[in-house]
C-alpha cells in the first residue's frame, strides 16, 4: 500500500498510462457502458491525471456518452429478440419503462449526473422505451457532462490528494455524499414509480368502471 501512496510511483504510472495514448482513455469508458461492473469512476480519474482536467474530462465524457448511447440503440434494435426478452420479465424494469416514458428527460437527467447511480440500467429501460433517440441522446450528453465533470474535477490532481489531507477528506467525504445521494435517489424513483403506476392502474379502473355503467 505505501508503494501505491508513494508519489513517483503514481507519477510512473500516469505517464505509462499516458504513454499508451488517449484511444486508450476514450476506450475504457465505452466498454464500461457494455460491462458495468468495470471502474468507470477510475477511468475518469486516470484520464484527468494523465491528460489533464479538460482533456481528460473530454475524453471520458466522449467515451462514456458513445459507448451508453450504443448500448441503448442496441437495445432499441434488438430488444425484442429472445437474448433481451428475459429482460422485459422483471417487474421493475416494466414499471420504470412505463414511468421513463411518461416523465421523459427530467428524471433521466437526475440519473445520470450521479456516478453511482445505475446508468447501465437506465440505458436499458430508455431502449426499451418509446423514448426518441434524439431526446435520449441529449439527456444523455447532459447527464454524463455533469457526472464527469465531478470525477474528473475530483480526481484530476494526485499529488495534492496525497500531500494534503485535508483535502483528500473533502474529496472523501463529497465522493460518499454523491454514493449517498444515488443511493436515495434509487429509493425515491423506485417509491415515485410505485405512486405513478398505482396511480395509472386507478384511473384505469375507474374509467372502465365508468364505461361499464353507460353500457348499462
Sequence with gaps: MENWLDLDTLYE??????????LLGFLLPFIEAFLPFLPLFVFVIANANAYGF??????????????????????????????????TKSERVRKLIQWVERNSFGPLFVLLCFPFTPSALVNLVAGLSNLKKKVYLFTLMAGKFVMIGIASFIGHDLRSLITQPGRTA???????????????????????????ISSIREEQTAAEEERREKEN
Design 170 to 196: 473533502v474529496v472523501a467525504i463529497v465522493i460518499f455524499l454523491l454514493w449517498l445521494g444515488g443511493k436515495q435517489l434509487e429509493k425515491w424513483l423506485d417509491k415515485r414509480v410505485e405512486n405513478d
Design 13 to 22: 504510472l500516469t505517464s505509462q498510462y499516458r504513454a499508451l495514448g488517449p
Design 54 to 87: 479538460l482533456f481528460g474530462f473530454l475524453i471520458s465524457w466522449g467515451g462514456t456518452v458513445a459507448g451508453s448511447y450504443t448500448v441503448f440503440l442496441l437495445i432499441r434494435k434488438y430488444g425484442d429478440a429472445k437474448v433481451f426478452r428475459f429482460l
